[in-house]
């Protein structure tokens, strides 16, 4: 592209006034070993505004449960109250038949990692913890977030790991700004886990999103600071650590190949937020 042409990105603006520098840095730090963002990674302004209307969406849906989550009810509840609300306000759930999961929510309990599947038999009781996580789609463009809810009093051996998952998500949030890469986001999240003595999923992380449910790149939580993708400004992706209280192993449902559980039986927790990175660090598009 010439620098006096218009650029890629649709912005209106010569290239030489957009994305130019950006790109003329990332070659350098391409050739230096970094492993950098393509184009395709990259969201256009037009596709931004798109998106957030989606993410918008997607959070008054969470509102929408939190206010009506409570003990005695059933996941399948919480599946309706998702799927009447999203498709009353002109979406889709992402998840509904997506690789052929059943449902429009994932609603994971206890010692449920995540992809746990709304049953009408499962019923929330005082003391659970429990991980909302939805996900949708509004014009064709894609938005995902999850929420951990405590159901009534909880134990404090409870509410210390939604804290603590809480304070990852914030502690990555920090670092997720232009020029750091993903695994100072990784870093600042495990360590934390660590200290309070947790461990973090290392084979399940957070993706890109926005034009597709799951798109590159895929984003650790365990990596060495420094490591992985460098990030710029446009990118979107997702944060969402897994914090287990034990062991950060793990095992699929044999019978319905969906729900992870953790391998000993400890609590798990997760929050995800959506973000994109601006110029001077990251928008949460579903806060």
Known sequence: MERNDLCWCGSGKKYKKCHMAMEERLAILEEQGHIVPTRSIIKTPAQIEAIRKSADLNTAVLDHVAAHIHAGMSTEE???LVYDFTTAHGGIPAPLGYEGFPKSVCTSINNEICHGIPDENIILQEGDIINVDVSTILNGYFSDASRMFCIGNVSERAKKIVRVVEECVE???AQAKPWNHLGD??????THAQANGYSVVEDIGGHGIGLEFH??????????????MVLVPGMMFTIEPM??????DFF????????????DDGLSAQIEYMVLITEDGAE????
């Open 78 to 80: 919480i599946d309706k």
């Open 171 to 173: 502690l990555g949030l």
């Open 185 to 190: 986001i990784a870093d600042a999240i495990n």
């Open 215 to 228: 798109e590159d790149p895929f984003v650790s939580y365990v990596t060495p600071k420094g490591s992985e």
């Open 243 to 248: 914090i287990n209280e034990g062991s950060p």
């Open 252 to 263: 699929v449902d044999e019978d319905n190949g969906w729900t992870v559980y953790t391998e």
């Open 284 to 287: 949460i598009l579903t806060k």
